[in-house]
């Protein structure tokens, strides 16, 4: 919630990195409905395709539910520039969920 920046999404994925109860291959959800200020660039989205091509170490796949149009916008270029199938953007939790291969929420 609240405003998202080019800075804490790269300290999310460093933070990741770091944590030791994070495997190879885990499936991440991210849920970025509750975010009313974006402060996300196109040279964010570089960046982290570029962070993400040089830590790719057993990188699972991640999901990216984004409601607000820019927002989802944004999701989908970072979608286009990384790896084929690694990460996916949805509207609902429910098509994210569907697609990592997670149960059903309900």
Known sequence: TGTLTD???LAHKKALLEDASVH???ADLSDVRGVNERAVTPDGVRLFTSFDQ????GAGR????ASEDFTFGT???YQMRGEDGKVGVFRS???ARAWLGLPSAD
């Open 62 to 65: 991640l999901a990216i539910v």
């Open 93 to 95: 939790v429910e098509e």
């Open 54 to 57: 040089s830590h790719d170490e």
């Open 24 to 26: 190879p291959g885990l």
């Open 7 to 9: 800075g804490d999404i």
């Open 75 to 77: 999701a989908r270029m």
